[in-house]
């Protein structure tokens, strides 16, 4: 069973690590030199972290389902385009949250991201499993 402060500890890392995702985002997108996939690949993995800091007792399967499906709901919802919601994604941070048109690309991108987030969560499961058999 985990204690409240293990918990708060988990927690406090996802937040942590949901900030240095969103700068080095933000920093992805202010260089040519790091490709626009990157970006959203990040945001992917900033998404991931975002539901796991909410559900933190939930499996890597359950968070990844949740965070492709935030992903690829915000990538569809690009394709309405009503003047309203133009108007928001004209802002800088209506850009950031809700992009500004759907690519097929950005799709694959927010599966890598989020894949790279599960192969990660699952080594580290793993690696603690045998570590505690030593």
Known sequence: MTSKNQLL????????????????????????????????????????CGIRFLLIKSGYQKIAIISLAVCYGIELAQLYQAPWINQLRSTTLGALVLGRGFLWSDMVAYTAGIAICVFIGLYKVHFQFYRKGE
């Open 9 to 48: 500890k988990k927690r406090f890392t996802y937040a942590l690590l949901i900030l240095i995702v969103i700068a080095a985002g933000l920093l992805s997108r202010k260089t040519t030199l790091v490709p626009l996939f990157v970006g959203d690949l990040l945001y992917a993995v900033m998404m991931f």
